[in-house]
Structure formats: structure tokens, C-alpha cells
């Protein structure tokens, strides 16, 4: 009787594909990772709320950082004379009542002419406006005065004779001119500001 054959021993398993192997998942996860994350990126997933924009809206300005007139009468903004700091003029003096926040003017360099509503007369104006709020409203107004002249404009056309004549009238013709020019400030820089306009000449003719 031959002798049984001793028993082949089963081949050894390459270990390099279960390295392969163990290798390629992490990598095809990083590569789906990274794709969803791009993708989500692109669909808004991830996206940064932004600013509000208020944020960075005027501030008011209160009544003790008010600049005030020197002496010399420089608005404020010369050299200052001696018990004042400079460009700032003389401080603000205390008292009861009044505004809580500064009040910054800004004349309008031209005047205004324009015809009455149903009249043969005309009434030319001369405006300054204010604000409670720091100096960007009034570079605001700088930016776009071409467009707040127009609307100035098309608010004195519809005043009539009675206004022009009456200081109840006139009042309402410095508020319609008021939120005409709000109005620009709104559409243009998504800000108003201007609390007041005051006349600095009226001629009806």
C-alpha cells in the first residue's frame, strides 16, 4: 500500500490587495467627503450669514460730541480759542430739555426756483437740511444731490399759493421736502437721516 502524500499546504494569501483595499476606502471617502463638501458649498449648505446690513448704518450722535460754532465763527472746525479743544469749537454748555443728539446742518449750495401748482407765480427757495446722525448722511447727500435737487424740485411743484403764504404752509412744504430727499437717500443708500429742512431764503414771485 503506497504512503499517503503528505497534504499540500494551502498558498498564502497576498496581503497587498486587503492593504490596497484598506488603503483605497479612506481615499474614496476623503474624495466623497471632499465632493460633497464642494457640492454643498456651491448648493449654500455651509454659507456664512452675511452682515447685517444695519450693521453699519449712522450712528446717532449724542449732544456732548456735538461741534459747535467757535468764536470766530468757523462752524467749529477752525482753530479754537483759548478754553476750547480744537475743532470742536466751545463745549457744549449744560442745561434742562433740549435734544438729546447733535443736530448737523448742511446748506444746499444753489437755490431752488420753481412755478407754483395751478398759478402764474413762482417760488424760489434756498434749503438747508439737518441730522441727528454722524457725518455719512451728510456725505450721502453730497453723492447724490443730483438726484435730491430733481426731487426737491418735484416737490415744490406741487405747493400752492395758500402755503406759500401761510407759516402752517410752509411748514408743510419743509416736511414734503424732508421725505422727498429721505426718499432719494432710501432708494440710493438704504438710509435716510435728515430730521429737518429749514428755509435759508423764500421769494414768491
Do not use: C
Not at 134 to 140: I, P, S
Not at 166 to 194: H, P, S
Amino acid at each position: 500500500m503506497a504512503d499517503t502524500p503528505d497534504a499540500i499546504p494551502a498558498p498564502k494569501k497576498k496581503r497587498g490587495g486587503k492593504l490596497l483595499l484598506l488603503v483605497g476606502i479612506p481615499i474614496a471617502l476623503l474624495g466623497t467627503g471632499g465632493g460633497a463638501a464642494v457640492y454643498g458649498m456651491q448648493a449654500g449648505w455651509f454659507s456664512v450669514k452675511p452682515a447685517d446690513a444695519h450693521d453699519d448704518a449712522p450712528r446717532l450722535v449724542p449732544k456732548s460730541e456735538e461741534k459747535r460754532a467757535g468764536a470766530g465763527g468757523e462752524g467749529g472746525h477752525g482753530e479754537s480759542n483759548e478754553g476750547g479743544s480744537a475743532g470742536h469749537g466751545k463745549p457744549t454748555p449744560k442745561g434742562e430739555g433740549g435734544d438729546k443728539y447733535a443736530s448737523t446742518y448742511y446748506p444746499l449750495e444753489k437755490e431752488f426756483t420753481s412755478n407754483l401748482q395751478d398759478s402764474v407765480h413762482f417760488v424760489q427757495v434756498g434749503i438747508a437740511v439737518s441730522t441727528p446722525y454722524d457725518e455719512r448722511v451728510v456725505e450721502n447727500i453730497k453723492t447724490h444731490e443730483i438726484a435730491i435737487r430733481s426731487q426737491v424740485l418735484m416737490a415744490l411743484g406741487e405747493t400752492t399759493e395758500e402755503e406759500v403764504f401761510t407759516a402752517q404752509g410752509k411748514r408743510q412744504i419743509q416736511d414734503r421736502l424732508a421725505k422727498a430727499i429721505n426718499g432719494v437717500l432710501k432708494e440710493k443708500e438704504g438710509f435716510g437721516g435728515v430730521s429737518n429742512v429749514y428755509f435759508t431764503n423764500f421769494i414768491v414771485q
